[in-house]
């Protein structure tokens, strides 16, 4: 049985600053931050602003929730606080009295980490903002401090071992292709073999994913102008005042001739196997995400594909992977199914299914 006084030691040892700025909903809200945050409410921008120029590195807040007022004072505050070294990474969450695509756009353009819309769940809230202590704050033992926030993924015995047998096979059997491949590589440009890039996967644990580089040295300075233009994800309605989850470039330029063929073949992922072998990946699973596409999906409905393995191939592979009319909310959807039903039958269904899939139809 744990000690109370231990717990109560627990909890005074780190209890997160948050500031309230607003004065509609404190009365609803104050009983339910009470309990797990250090508060501080003030009633207008004018006066949060004040009190961040105070703060030391001590006592500036974690948590920053504001209403909006009609004068959008606020997004020149967040401008503020995201330049501020002091306050840079704090958690930002705003509360408007009414839906406004264009209000939630600019929110989100702004790096707010979530947009809440009155009347909404008080409780979801509250899940919401212990969420984001975990992932965004990365608070050590944060897990003991709050407790039940974040459900855990625990790879099955049975699951692990199969991983271990297949990827160990596979790569004995398949070193004469990884020999030619890298030579392939390296005759056609410079620069090395391999990609390594860090990624998200299970519980968002991140990790250095592996694959045979396909395209040019430098490319990934180059991610950010193409995604404005051709990325598969865009243009969308569900997406079209939202910023995308997932980025996939249409007919690629960065990709060299060898990178062609072996990202069509998808031959360039079996350096993955090693990622299975180390324990970062399983062979079936949700495809870990780069950062930048991780950070995206921390709200309670998208983070669930983070409870489930991460993997090689999955349900995304099988039914909608080198098609063109597949959208955000398709991919998240699907991700989200497999976390939830993910079982040894349908890990067997996905395995037979996904050798048909390897060859793409189209370049993305």
């Not at 509609?24 to 009190?51: G, M, P, W």
């Not at 819309?117 to 969420?131: G, N, Q």
């Not at 993924?153 to 096979?169: C, E, G, N, T, W």
């Amino acid at each position: 049985m744990k000690n109370p006084y231990e717990e109560l030691e627990q909890r005074r040892a780190f209890v997160p600053n948050l500031a309230y700025c607003g004065q509609k909903y404190v009365d609803e809200l104050q009983h339910l931050l009470e309990r797990d945050f250090d508060l501080n409410f003030l009633a207008s921008t004018d006066a949060l602003k004040i009190h961040l120029e105070h703060c030391s590195i001590i006592t500036s807040p974690e948590i920053i929730i504001m209403e909006v007022d009609e004068e959008r004072a606020v997004f020149p505050l967040i401008n503020a606080i995201r330049t501020n070294p002091l306050t840079s990474g704090s958690v930002i969450i705003l509360i408007a009295d009414k839906k406004d695509a264009g209000l939630k756009a600019r929110s989100l353009k702004a790096k707010v980490n979530d947009f809440y819309v009155c009347p909404f769940d008080k409780a979801e809230l509250m899940e919401r903002l212990k969420f984001l202590i975990k992932f965004k704050l990365i608070k050590p033992d944060i897990k003991k401090l709050i407790p039940n926030t974040v459900q855990e993924y625990k790879i099955p015995p049975a699951k692990r071992l199969f991983d271990v047998f297949f990827s160990a096979l596979a790569v004995l059997l398949l070193l004469p292709v990884f020999l030619l491949i890298a030579i392939c590589i390296k005759l056609e440009s410079k620069g090395p073999v391999f990609y390594k890039s860090k990624r998200a996967g299970t519980g968002y644990r991140i990790f250095d994913f592996y694959k045979f580089r396909s395209m040019a040295v430098g490319a990934d300075a180059k991610l950010k102008d193409l995604a404005k233009t051709s990325n598969q994800y865009a243009g969308t309605e569900a997406s079209a005042n939202e910023p995308l989850a997932f980025v996939k470039i249409k007919n690629d330029p960065r990709v060299t001739k060898v990178g062609n063929f072996i990202r069509n073949t998808s031959l360039d992922e079996l350096p993955q196997l090693f990622n299975v072998l180390k324990g970062d990946m399983s062979i079936v699973g949700n495809r870990p995400l780069p950062l930048y596409e991780a950070e995206q999906l921390t709200s309670n409905l998208w983070s669930m594909r983070f409870l489930g393995p991460a993997g090689i191939t999955g349900l995304w592979q099988i039914t909608k992977r080198g098609k063109s009319e597949m959208s955000d909310e398709e991919r998240k959807g699907l991700d989200n199914f497999y976390a939830q039903h993910s079982s040894v039958w349908i890990d067997l269904k996905i395995l037979l299914k996904t050798f048909p899939a390897l060859l793409q139809k189209e370049k993305v």
